[in-house]
């Protein structure tokens, strides 16, 4: 079998990831009695009393929403909804098991901005933060931000924030083993849909250098007619020398290289044209440049989303540890210093002496990274002032 058919027989076999476990069994008359009613009446008295309460006296303090409405499901496209409940119900298990994290997926039967943030924004009382995934962009940009204004709790676009804060943690230390100097790179990135652009926001203001962000029709330069609302954004702040031409021009002397893209779009040509290059080629499941071409045409250090090769760069490193954190003080929001204090904690859970051109990020699976992150944001968002405990 492949991985495929292996993925389908469990799926089969586990009719669901994720299932809701009772934190209190009820074995007596008066367990019933405190667990429902008559006794549970009081905390309700006591959070209609103090709307805070409601994170004391129910699980919305440790429960996550993770919320689709199917359009960009983990490269697969538009395929709906209820298609894309199994990437929902592995999130959530990802949170679970990472982080300790409860998540919860809510599939949206819609493709309409208004209905989507008025659906999220109606439930956002049963949970503690709001997990956005798989939301197409444009559109995703301005969900995030209407619900951020909304809701009185974080909420966190994972295709984006996350595949920018995990980016930003492997370049800090590719940047270690290739002895480059931050705030002098010339950083390429290839997609400028919401997690390139993302990761292009991020970078910049964490002060890496000249990101030039680059989609089908070559690099984006401030001024270009037919910009989306999130390209045009970034246009102001990217391409300082206002550079034109196609990605092969854009990747000349540059130092890194992000794709987010699609397969096979870099050639080793191009990579050797690079200074010393730094290729983190995520598109999955087939990388814009396979390793051993990229290896071949003289880059210096290697990421992919794959778990086959070194250097994974995924995602689960970041948001469980992101909401731990968050719901740990119980912030109001996931700020710009969070995103990159979490992005630092990534990069330093592999000592200096330790990093290698292959080895400069944690594995997927290290567990211990959800913790550290968590720190990050919490102590952050103490000193931010947007801790409410």
């Known amino acids: 079998m492949n991985i495929n058919e292996e993925s389908l027989k469990l799926h089969y076999e586990l009719k669901g990831k994720i299932e809701v476990i009772s934190r209190k069994h009820i074995t007596t008359r008066e367990e019933l009695s405190l667990v429902y009613t008559p006794g549970v009446a009081e905390p309700c008295r006591q959070i209609a009393a103090d709307y805070e309460k409601s994170f004391q006296l129910t699980r919305r303090s440790n429960l996550v929403a993770v919320i689709t409405d199917g359009t960009a499901v983990l490269g697969l496209g538009d395929i709906g909804p209820a298609a894309g409940m199994p990437v929902m119900e592995g999130k959530c298990a990802l949170f679970k098991e990472f982080g300790d994290v409860d998540a919860f997926p809510i599939c949206i039967d819609s493709k309409d901005t208004d209905t989507i943030v008025q659906t999220i924004s109606l439930i956002s009382k ?12 444009p559109r995703c940009f301005e969900i995030e931000r209407r619900l951020k204004e909304l809701c ?30 931050m705030g002098k790179m010339r950083i390429v990135i290839n997609g400028a849909g919401a997690a390139g652009i993302a990761i292009g926001k991020l970078l910049i203001s964490m002060g890496f250098g000249n990101v030039i962000m680059c989609d089908i029709n070559g690099i984006i ?30 990747m000349k002397g540059a130092d890194a290289f992000v794709g987010v893209s699609r397969p096979g779009l870099v050639t080793r040509e191009m990579v050797a ?21 990229a290896k071949a045409g003289g880059a210096a250090v290697i990421g992919t989303g794959r778990s086959d090769f070194p250097n994974q760069i995924n995602n689960v490193l970041v948001f469980p540890g992101i909401f731990k954190g968050a719901l740990a003080v119980r912030a109001k929001e996931i700020t710009e210093t969070m995103k990159q204090r979490a992005a630092y904690a990534i990069a330093s859970m592999i000592p200096d002496d330790q990093l290698s051109p292959e080895n400069i990020i944690p594995s997927a699976l290290d567990k211990t990274v959800a913790g ?14 947007i801790a409410r405990i």
């Open 372 to 385: 550290a992150v968590a720190k990050a944001v919490a102590d952050t968002a103490v000193e931010e002032g």
């Open 221 to 250: 330069c401030e001024g270009d007619e037919g910009l989306n609302p999130g390209q045009e954004e970034i246009s102001h702040i990217s391409n300082l020398e206002k550079e034109h031409g196609l990605l092969a021009d854009a």
């Open 152 to 181: 009185d709790i974080p909420v966190f676009h994972d295709d984006q924030h996350g595949t920018a804060i995990v980016v930003a943690a492997a370049l800090i230390n590719a940047m270690k083993v290739t002895k480059k100097e």
């Open 273 to 293: 044209s690079m200074n010393q290059g730094i290729v983190f080629a995520m598109a999955n499941p087939t990388p814009e440049i396979m390793p051993d071409e």
């Open 126 to 137: 049963s949970f503690g933060g709001i997990n956005l995934e798989d939301i197409s962009a």
